[in-house]
């Protein structure tokens, strides 16, 4: 059987790959903390030793629109092109191939249909910064086979917190069921409070630093009961306009478990959003 080697959930900042790459009056002063952060959180990934990754994000209304727009989908294809002109453009993020695991997608797929999830999928996913951020940040050389998920947690009707803890528990489960002999990593990405083209977007920290402080707690402690009890649908418009990215973190609470405290936590309140960073070991620190 596989073995669930880290569950790792971290914020997805596009800004990342520009910023760590810049020198001279370029490179901003926050540049090198920022570095420091990723490498020491990057190390995490390479103590598990994964064979695969499974990736879990949210388009950005690149490839996923209002004509077509699955709750939860599944990349099967061998492999998946990156990024979109936007990124290239805003962010200066490169263009990148990355190889699929078709039998690890093809397993999620058809036992997450069996375990009561009726997973979406597509044989021709164009990813985003959501799952090339987190590669360029943990897995530079992104050398390993990937498995993208994707959410919606931008188009209403969105699925309820609850149900992203749910497929959360539901990944976790499947991975460990595949017969294959191989070590596999779950990561998901979201944010923290944030908000995108209103008031709130560009200030000293994130939008809501209240709300950051009490869900790094929940996602370091493992409070799902917690955290269930006061984020809804609703409430997540309350600390930034875009807040609904947190339910991505809640998902990989639902993988980690309840009750596992991580054994990674880090962040960063950089001007406008909150970066966070996490992994747990679900069969104990590696060596």
Known sequence: MATVAAVIASTHHPFYYRASTATG????????????????????????????????????????????????????????????????????LPRMRLAGDEQLASHILRNGLDAGFDLAFSNELRIDHSITCPIITLRPDADLPIVPIYTNIFAPPLPRPGRFVELGRTIRQLVESWPIDKRVAIIGTGHLSLELGGPRQFGEHGPDPDFDRKAVDWIASGDLDGCLSEVTLDSLHQPGNATHGFMDFMLMMGAAGAGAKADHVDSLDLFHTMEAYFTWYPNGVPA
């Open 25 to 92: 009056a370029d490179r901003p002063p926050f540049a090198d903390e920022w570095v420091a952060k990723i490498e020491a959180f990057r190390e995490t990934l390479t103590k598990a030793r994964p064979d695969i990754l499974v990736m879990v994000g949210s388009d950005h209304f690149h490839q996923l629109w209002l004509d077509n727009m699955p709750q939860f989908l599944v990349g099967k294809a061998p492999y998946f092109d990156a990024n979109w002109y936007n990124e290239e453009r805003e962010f200066g």
